[in-house]
Nanobody, 124 residues
Framework: QVQLVESGGGLVQAGGSLRLSCAVS????????MGWFRQAPGKEREFVAA????????YYADSVKGRFTISRDYGKNTVLLRMNSLKPDDTAVYYC?????????????????WGQGTQVTVSS
């Protein structure tokens, strides 16, 4: 099985930056496409970014395109999400997910493993 543990969340002012990390352990060769999602209070979990198993292809929600960057560090078995120019609307719990093997990378149901989440709060 694959286990995912997120870290790097915190409180930051608008315009600031954070880097989230998702540590992958277990059967790391079977992670497929990996993604980041977020969920704000009272809202559904939404797609943020995804990266293919090879790391060649990346995908972003329109709301974060140009501000967030997803990458994979195969040596450390981690998936990173670099977040710049943060806005109060980015406030949410951010979740790492793995195990997507189709083109439905924006859909929560495509993933079979989830981390526990890390809180990101952006103050205005």
């Amino acid at each position: 099985q694959v286990q995912l543990v997120e870290s790097g969340g915190g409180l930051v002012q608008a315009g600031g930056s954070l880097r989230l990390s998702c540590a992958v352990s277990g059967r790391t060769l079977s992670t497929g496409t990996m993604g980041w999602f977020r969920q704000a209070p009272g809202k559904e979990r939404e797609f943020v970014a995804a990266i293919s198993s090879s790391g060649v292809s990346t995908y972003y929600a329109d709301s974060v395109k140009g501000r967030f960057t997803i990458s994979r560090d195969y040596g450390k078995n981690t998936v990173l999400l670099r977040m710049n120019s943060l806005k109060p609307d980015d406030t949410a719990v951010y979740y790492c997910a793995s195990g997507c093997y189709s083109n439905n990378y924006y859909y929560t149901g495509c993933y079979d493993r989830w981390g526990q989440g890390t809180q990101v709060t952006v103050s205005s």
